[in-house]
Nanobody, 115 residues
Framework: QVQLVESGGGLVQPGGSLRLSCAAS????????MDWYRQAPGKQRELVAV???????NYADSVKGRFTISRDNAKNTVALQMNSLKPEDTAVYYC?????????WGQGTQVTVSS
């Protein structure tokens, strides 16, 4: 059973930074893509960033220039570095991995941006 476990969430002031990590129970190279999503209260879950097994990266327009997705193949982790955080970045952040026609989700980690 594939498991994805997020960590690194917390409370941060506007303008601050957080680094989220997603640890996979198997090689992340077995996933076609690994993504970060987020869901704010009362809103739909939205895609934040994607990294493919080939190294291609894409971001939502709302986070371009502020967030950076990266992966460590040796540690089987995918990270999301979040800088210049805004109150509207407040959400539960989820890691997702896609293998073939199946996708796997982590349990989520809360990020709260507030003064």
């Amino acid at each position: 059973q594939v498991q994805l476990v997020e960590s690194g969430g917390g409370l941060v002031q506007p303008g601050g930074s957080l680094r989220l990590s997603c640890a996979a129970s198997e090689s992340i190279l077995s996933f076609h893509t690994m993504d970060w999503y987020r869901q704010a209260p009362g809103k739909q879950r939205e895609l934040v960033a994607v990294i493919t097994s080939g190294g291609s990266i894409n971001y939502a327009d709302s986070v371009k220039g502020r967030f950076t997705i990266s992966r460590d193949n040796a540690k089987n982790t995918v990270a999301l570095q979040m800088n210049s955080l805004k109150p509207e970045d407040t959400a539960v952040y989820y890691c997702r991995g896609v293998q073939g026609f199946r996708d796997y989700w982590g349990q989520g980690t809360q990020v709260t941006v507030s003064s």
